[in-house]
């Protein structure tokens, strides 16, 4: 049986939420996606890891990854959507293509 395509916020931080949903995306909030409650079609935004990343753009989700260049007093701080906008935070599309690495000599 299949549903209508779902929009899933993920991340651990309020202030990355509140961001995310300034910039009009309005969904299932997450703080870990269960990949098998997503399904083709369906759109994920938020703190997405490269691993992540990849199994979901295998399945045919879309992934919004928020894109934050943070500075050093920044890191490890829960920030305010307020303090993501001053750091010109934004939302990306991900598209990975990928295949193993061979050892290379240096």
Known sequence: MSRL???WIVTRHEGAAEFINSLGYEGISAQHLDL??????????GVISMGMAEKLVNLRVNVIHLY??????????ELSAARLAELNAELRHVNISSSRAKKRAF
Not at 36 to 45: A, F, S
């Open 36 to 45: 098998g409650e997503v399904c083709v079609g369906d759109t994920v935004v």
């Open 68 to 77: 934050v260049e943070l500075t050093f007093k920044d890191r490890g701080k």
């Open 5 to 7: 395509p779902r929009t």
